[in-house]
């Protein structure tokens, strides 16, 4: 090494020292005739300073050929000795840099590199298996590769050294053909047409000196430092050749070959690439900001703009035609928060589109735009940003890292300006930090979101309003009076209360300033061209100065802005006068509450405004104002007159007048509404009544209306549920009280909060979600800490606290569920109970706390309740008024299972199989569902073959490969004899030995005897020797509640084995009265209990008629429950419990005739032992409330037992209980989705009654047809038509585009008291109940000899083969309901809709992609999907071949360049199909609308909104056209392509199915290839070249790992040889 160190140092020395021979003459130079200046040597260490004396005799200049070979030969030696090859190369290219570059020495030294470089290429090729396996084990003397040494040579390009740049150019070039004709060998290819040259995979995945990475890698450096060549060289020409080409044509010149090269368009290796012409094309291209910037020269941009195109045509086939998908709060699956046009992936070629194209994406403003209007949670609305910002990050980053930066770092572009701290600056200003930056962009959005939102609302209203004919007093309606005008519809204004909430919210915690909104609202009426607009007056609006009165009871708005703005210029006041209409306050449709709002402005701020006698003639507008202001005194002196004389009437607000003046009054003065409505609610007198006995007491107060709550100002509803919340909910002392101006504090004998505060609670968190939701928060986070204390064992809970945790239970089950649903983390709820079901004693609170969570994992609708299994480390929701997100989840088994209670883990596998059913788990990588499954209960749970039926796959399989054994069953002898055998069982048959007892008591202690106990107390009230209750009681109480539901399933199994062994076939009376005294009498047992132990799923109930026949008794023939059901019938409870002011007395009625007891002293009185637990307030449970999520569960049970006359009569006896039901009419869609293959629903009676019982038809909105069938008037489904299904879908496209229309339906409910809020979500629900109603109906003749007939002895299905081919069945019936294939003709064929002009766009078809994804997927997904080969097949212009294309040449280009001739010999060939593949909005609007790009944009809305089993199908249908033989066309090729491109972020989380579909479309092109006649080594077609970056895209940005490509490879082996050359990167790599 030291001698070839020194021999070097001469040859650098010598090329400084002799300039005699300057004009070379050796075969890499002789490039130019100037004479270079002579330059400076260079100073590097290796070589000795430059001012060293050259050492003679190492080497001498005149013999160059053995200087050559000396160097050669002293390289190969310092390698054999030991040394790093690449550290040896790297001192010979170090030195060959340092040789002057006018002396011939260059020469010499190049062709040493040549030499030395051929030396190596041989070895690698010798050696390539030693070296590959020194490599993988870390061998770094012998495991270098040779692209580590070829990289080496980049180093010899420097732009102030033209011939070291010529010379490396063609050196590289040289080695790179070298080292092709070792990979490849000599022949050349054969014809593209013969086929008879079939590479074997070892010839494919074999020997690869150049891996594409290195030679991607020299492309980068040799074309950056041409680019940057072209910006600072001056254009100096040459004096030799006609052209005058200058130096930087020169290099350029030769860079082009050394490309050539590398694509194998040069001699010997034709047809031979290391790299395809996409990533060239990446490489190549340096960004948008350069290529636009001027800087590049003609060639150079010529260049560029064809590698631009190529990625423009590639991204048309990997992004949609249109990806203007809206995200659909609640039902859009998790993926589709993070567009594909966000992906960073996809990002290189996203920017090649033009700006119409790029429109058909999604954007931030439009997902925030949409989020508010279906009133998703505050927090859902920033996660949106969140991963929006998040994702457009890391796309610019994508895209920066992949675009070219010059070295001058300074360039303008957009706008803004890229400095050489790579920090951008915009318009000049500093960028502040990222955090102010991401706070500016929210706030930005949601100003933008909520300005074009209530333009939209203030537009509406004014289409529905008459302002233009005057009012005339003497015909006023009977909402209004002489003081107060109210129009007969005011239905509208709650659009605006609900946007008046949230842009409350968003000012109050600083999101969007007071100044931004209010000047965004003077810009809608004049916009900032001109204050003087000629359509101003039309667009004024007393509607905004409404808005914002609103925030100016923001103590921080009104003290901050406002006031500043009032003791300044007025400028704010002056806009408010100009946006003042005052026509509106005078028009038929007057609205005082809106109309009078600025002169409550006035009012409000009356301290704010400098000497208010002058203001008249500072603001001449005033005049037209002020003579309303005395109806605003009126109505304040009438309220506080009113509060005087403790006339009420104004606060109760039951009619629309009353509520309408003190809404306006709770505008004019702050806080004086909520302080007066919380004295109403609590008064300051002692008025005490009792709930539920002497320990349950109240302060008697006031009731208020929810028309009152729904119309005062925002910040009274804040104030007001301030004031309940730290006086009533707050205190662990209890309620706190304010009597004589004392402090607050508890009061004695008054325990509880009054009924009509706990309703005041839930209508104000219904009125004002997003401004209250900071206490719901609060109470939230106390429920956790209290279940974490629980977690410690033995914590004993004050009895404040009892009632407390017992209040917000109640609450939260019997009212907040709805709200629950739709809550940000509703999902993780469950962990802020978990331990307390375990650990809580008190049997009064377990029960309510046992319903509350059935109803609550009922809610459960998505994948995060898997999620939230799965995270134990959860700990809550930080407690700040801002959004909070969870953060990354870390999946992990919880230690010990989530539910010890039967009945929960039980309930929570069938919601686990629902979510499955109807959402999937694939799109969540990393959750495990067998884990999910494990973690319910402590042992596995036992399933009969009826409910295996209709559960999905993967729990199916996971249920059956864990099958345990059967419970142990109780028989009737074993216990008769315990009774005879054990001696303790005496305190049972004389009562009064407490010896006795106590053994009792100590020998059912242990938990394994326990359910023998009720077995037991049976067998004794049988043989007509009850048992003394109290000793009954006294045992049962040392029973933990959570295991009573299991001990009730042991006496039912019991009861069961009793009637079976006395051999009669239906149970005797006297046990059904025995049963019923347990119930209702004694009250051993729970209603609900008893229902869930006959219907658990454990027993086949198709064969068991023994619980069949229980079932009905318990539910419809029990006397005793069956007069508890009359009188809930006559009390007619409302489904509108909002509005019905006497709910708490017909509560009170039912429990006072029917009273319960929770620790088993039903039939005792007098004293008790040990003495009752605390007593809790009731305030709306009851037997019928809980029972009602069991008879959810047991619902489903009696579909399965394919009982039609047992289900329609406990619907149709039973469905009243559902008008107390949260979300009856999600409840109904989940059931029909569920079982809309279960031939018990395939009846009219039948899906008619279940309809009946769970939907109130006057809180929605369904077609004609529907309600036609709901009054049995109907039974027919044939109405399914064009036009109905176009109604269908039309209804859907409304609600995306945000249409605010007149409801339909009269009486319809306040949108935020309605089950589902989100309007997208509440039409796609109602759709879908009616399209599976049909499918019912559709089904019902085929369907009735499905039906298990135990007369006949069949069919019964058990079997997973019987499964299957139930699947397979229901999958063919689907195909022939009418339903896909009208939506096919209409969006296809939209001249043949009823209406074609209506929602003709992209929004008709991202319904139609909806309603798919929300309906099972056979019935919609799987035929559009399935649809794809009659449009591949069919479709003429897909049949048809793409024109021939030559290969491109760099050479052949940058000569064509020279000779200003086209750079494309190709550009005028036309690709017949690109408008297949153009934006879908484009075609439509240039009349280019097609087919093929019509299906394919519906197609990709499917793709999009689905799940693993629509990509499943996609696969398949694929699949069967590969393997089909009737594919003919390149272009059918590349539609297949482009139907897989914008999802291959998503199938590389699924490697199985990637690799099929891309196995699948590798074989499609073996197939097609030998029909297209214009393959050959000169020649594609245009489909092939975007086929072929279409696969070089996948390797690139979406590798499924060097595994997969193995197993493609013998679909590559099986290509034409170039082709297959040009993929065999994929496989080496």
């Not at 803004?416 to 701290?421: F, K, L």
């Not at 002020?626 to 009437?649: I, R, T």
């Amino acid at each position: 090494m030291e001698r070839l160190v020194e021999y070097l140092t001469g040859v650098v020395e010598s090329s400084y020292e002799d300039l005699a021979h300057l004009v070379p003459c050796g075969s890499f130079l002789g490039l130019f005739d100037e004479r270079p200046t002579k330059r400076a040597r260079r100073t590097d260490p290796r070589f000795g300073s430059s001012s060293a004396p050259h050492q003679q005799g190492l080497f001498e200049f005149d013999n160059s050929e053995e200087s050559c070979d000396t160097i050669t030969h002293l390289t190969q030696t310092a390698i054999s000795q030991g040394a790093r090859a690449v550290d040896v190369l790297r001192v010979v290219v170090d030195a060959v840099r340092s040789v002057h570059d006018a002396s011939a020495v260059l020469d010499i030294g190049f062709r040493a590199l040549f030499e030395i470089y051929q030396q190596r290429l041989q070895y690698h090729s010798a050696n390539r298996y030693r070296v590959e396996a020194a490599a993988e084990q870390g061998n770094n003397n012998g495991g270098e590769t040779f692209g580590k040494e070829y990289l080496l040579l980049t180093q010899l390009f420097e732009l102030h050294r033209p011939r070291t740049w010529v010379a490396a150019v063609r050196l590289m070039s040289m080695v790179t053909k070298s080292a092709i004709g070792i990979m490849y060998g000599s022949a050349a290819p054969d014809d593209m047409g013969s086929g008879t040259h079939a590479a074997s995979l070892s010839e494919i995945s074999g020997l690869n000196l150049l891996p594409e990475g290195v030679c991607r890698e020299s492309i980068r450096q040799v074309w950056r430092l041409l680019l940057d060549s072209a910006a600072t060289e001056p254009p100096q020409a040459s004096v030799l050749g006609a052209t005058r080409r200058t130096r930087w044509q020169i290099r350029f010149e030769a860079t082009m070959e050394l490309l050539d090269s590398y694509v194998g368009r040069t001699e010997h290796c034709v047809g031979r690439p290391l790299v395809s012409y996409y990533m060239i094309s990446r490489e190549l291209d340096p960004g948008a900001a350069v290529a636009e910037s001027g800087m590049l020269t003609g060639e150079m941009q010529r260049i560029v703009d064809l590698c631009f195109g190529r990625k423009r045509r590639l991204g048309r086939i990997l992004l949609p035609p249109d990806g203007s998908w809206p995200l659909i709060s609640h039902a859009s699956r998790a993926h589709t928060v993070k567009h594909v046009y966000d992906q960073p992936g996809y990002a290189l070629v996203r920017d090649s589109l033009t700006l119409e194209e790029t429109q058909r994406g999604a954007s931030a403003g439009r997902v925030v735009a949409d989020l508010l209007y279906q009133r998703a949670p505050i927090d859902e609305v920033f996660a949106a940003m969140r991963n929006h910002r998040t994702m457009q990050r890391k796309a610019k980053a994508a895209v920066a890292n992949d675009s070219y930066m010059p070295n001058s770092g300074e360039y303008t572009a957009n706008g803004g300006e890229y400095i050489a701290n790579d920090k951008y600056v915009a318009n000049g200003a500093e960028a502040d930090t990222d955090a102010e930056i991401e706070r500016r962009e929210s706030s930005m959005l949601l100003l933008d979101a909520m300005a074009q939102r209530i333009e939209h609302i203030v537009r509406f209203i004014q289409r529905q309003c008459d302002f233009e004919t005057l009012l005339d007093e003497r015909k006023l309606n009977a909402n209004s009076d002489a003081t107060m005008i109210v129009p007969r519809k005011f239905g509208y204004w709650e659009h605006m209360n609900e946007v008046a909430d949230q842009l409350y919210y968003f000012v109050l915690s600083d999101t969007i300033s007071y100044t931004d909104i209010h000047a965004r609202l003077y810009a809608l009426v004049f916009p900032a061209d001109s204050d003087i607009h000629p359509g101003s007056e039309a667009r004024k609006d007393n509607s905004y100065i409404w808005l914002l009165l609103q925030l100016l009871h923001i103590e921080k708005v009104a003290a901050g802005p406002v006031r500043a703005d009032l003791a300044g210029d007025e400028d704010m006041l002056e806009q408010l006068l100009q946006m003042y209409n005052e026509r509106q306050i005078v028009s038929r449709d007057a609205f005082y509450l809106r109309d009078l709002a600025l002169q409550a402005t006035m009012s409000h701020q009356q301290a704010s405004i400098r000497d208010n006698h002058g203001v008249k003639f500072r603001h001449p507008r005033m005049a037209v104002a002020m003579p309303f202001a005395p109806v605003l005194f009126q109505l304040q002196n009438e309220f506080g007159q009113q509060f005087k004389d403790e006339n009420y009437a104004l606060l109760q607000g039951r009619d629309v007048c009353a509520a309408m003046k003190t809404a306006t009054v709770s505008q004019i003065r702050q806080y004086v509404v909520p302080n007066a409505l919380y004295t109403f609610l609590v008064p300051a007198r002692e008025s005490v009544a009792q709930l539920q006995g002497t320990a349950t007491t109240y302060l008697q107060g006031g009731n208020v209306g929810f028309q009152l709550l729904d119309f005062i100002n925002v910040g009274g509803k804040h104030r007001l549920l301030q004031l309940i919340y730290k006086m009533m909910l707050a205190h662990e002392q209890g309620p706190q009280f304010q009597f004589d101006g004392r402090q607050p504090s508890a009061r004695a004998g008054i325990t509880c909060v009054s009924p009509h505060v706990v309703d005041t609670v839930y209508m104000l968190l219904y009125n004002a979600p997003y401004s209250n939701e900071l206490m719901m928060k609060e109470v939230l986070e106390k429920l956790r800490r209290s279940d974490k204390a629980m977690a410690q064992g033995g914590t004993r809970f004050s009895a404040a606290n009892l009632r407390w945790l017992y209040t917000v239970y109640q609450l939260m089950n019997c009212r907040l569920l709805r709200f629950f649903k739709y809550y940000a983390h509703a999902s993780h709820l469950v962990h802020h109970l978990r331990h307390s079901l375990v650990h809580v004693t008190h049997r009064q609170l377990y029960r309510s706390l046992e319903c509350f969570a059935l109803c609550l994992v009922n809610l459960q609708h998505d994948v995060g309740f898997l999620q939230a299994l799965m995270n134990p480390a959860y700990h809550g929701v930080p407690l700040t008024p801002h959004p909070s997100a969870l953060g990354a989840i870390r999946y992990s088994k919880p230690k010990d299972a989530w539910f010890e209670c039967a009945m929960l883990a039980r309930n929570a596998a069938v919601v686990i199989a629902r979510i499955e059913t109807m959402r999937g788990l694939g799109d969540v990588p990393g959750l495990e569902l067998d884990e999910c499954l494990d973690s319910l209960a402590p042992q596995p749970q036992l399933w009969a073959p009826a409910v295996l039926r209709y559960l999905p796959r993967a729990v199916r399989a996971y249920y059956t490969r864990r099958t345990p054994q059967p419970s142990a069953r109780v028989s009737p002898a074993s216990v008769r004899q315990l009774i005879g055998a054990r001696p303790e069982h005496a305190a049972l048959l004389r009562p009064g030995d407490a010896a006795a007892e106590s053994a009792l008591a100590a020998f059912y202690a242990a938990p394994e005897r326990q359910a023998l106990f009720l077995c037991v107390v049976w067998v004794l009230h049988e043989r007509q020797t009850p048992p003394p209750m109290a000793v009954v009681r006294r045992v049962l109480l040392t029973f933990p509640p959570l295991q009573m539901s299991s001990h009730t399933s042991a006496l039912l199994d019991f009861i069961v084995a009793c009637e079976t062994e006395r051999g009669t076939a239906e149970p005797a009376s006297a046990t059904m009265q025995l049963l019923n005294d347990f119930m209702f009498r004694f009250q051993l047992v729970h209603h609900e209990h008893v229902v869930f132990a006959l219907t658990r799923g454990e027993h086949d109930l198709r064969t068991d008629r023994m619980r069949l026949l229980l079932t009905r008794y318990v539910l419809l023939e029990s006397p005793q429950f069956s007069e508890r059901l009359d009188e809930w019938h006559r009390l007619d409870f409302q489904g509108r419990y909002w509005a019905d002011f006497e709910h708490w007395k017909k509560q009170d009625a039912y429990l006072a005739r029917f009273p319960e007891f929770f620790e088993f002293e039903a039939a005792l009185e007098g004293p008790l032992e040990p003495a009752p637990a605390l007593s809790l307030p009731v305030y709306y449970e009851n037997g019928m409330v809980r029972l009602l999520p069991v008879l959810e569960f047991a619902l489903g049970r009696m579909i399965e037992a394919e009982d039609r006359g047992l289900l329609r009569d406990v619907l149709d006896r039973m469905g009243i209980l559902y008008r107390l039901h949260q979300v009856p009419l999600t409840t109904l869609m989940n059931t029909l989705f569920v079982y809309f293959n279960a031939p018990t629903l395939h009846d009219a009676a039948v899906v008619r009654s279940l309809n009946r019982a769970l939907l109130d038809m006057s809180q929605q909105n369904f077609s004609p047809e529907f309600e036609q069938f709901m009054r049995g008037d109907t039974d027919d489904c044939t109405h399914i038509d064009a036009r109905y299904v176009s109604r269908i879908i039309e209804r859907i496209a409304r609600a995306i585009m945000r249409h605010i229309a007149p409801p339909t339906k009269q009486n319809l409910p306040e949108i935020h008291y309605r089950e589902i809020p989100n309007p997208i979500l509440l039409a796609l629900t109602e759709c879908v109940v009616e399209l599976l109603t049909w499918w019912c109906l559709h089904c019902a003749p085929s369907s009735a000899a499905r039906l298990y007939d135990s007369a006949r002895n069949g069919p019964l299905i058990a079997s997973e083969t019987e499964f299957r081919a139930e699947e397979q069945q229901r999958r063919t019936w689907a195909a022939e309901w009418p339903l896909a294939q009208l939506l096919l003709e209409l969006i296809m064929e939209p001249e043949r809709r009823p209406e074609p002009g209506a929602y003709a766009g992209a929004t008709y078809i991202h319904s139609t992609g909806l309603l798919a994804n929300v309906l099972p997927d056979e019935l919609l997904a799987f035929p559009i999907v399935q649809h794809l080969s009659r449009i591949v097949l069919d479709e003429p212009v897909l049949k048809s071949n793409s024109g021939p294309k030559r290969y491109f040449s760099f050479v052949e280009f940058a000569r064509s360049s020279q000779l200003n001739a086209d750079a494309d010999p190709d550009a005028a060939t036309r690709f017949a199909a690109t408008s297949v593949f153009n934006s879908f909005e484009q075609n439509r609007n240039h009349n280019m609308a097609n087919r093929p790009n019509t299906f394919l944009t519906l197609l990709h809305s499917v793709l999009h909104y689905g799940g693993i089993a629509t990509f499943n199908t996609l696969s398949d249908t694929i699949h069967a056209l590969a393997t089909g033989g009737e594919l003919c066309s390149d272009i059918q090729l590349l539609y297949l392509c482009a139907t897989v491109g914008p999802i291959l972020y998503r199938l590389v989380d699924h490697e199985a199915l990637y690799v099929q579909i891309l196995g699948d479309l590798l074989s499609s092109l073996v197939q097609i290839c030998p029909r297209i006649s214009h393959l050959d080594a000169e020649c594609s077609t245009d489909a092939i070249e975007q086929v072929m970056d279409f696969f070089c895209f996948v390797k690139d940005q979406f590798d499924p790992g060097r595994s997969a490509w193995r197993r493609l490879a013998p679909h590559i082996a099986a290509l034409p040889v170039l082709l297959r050359y040009q993929l065999q990167c994929m496989v080496d790599q």
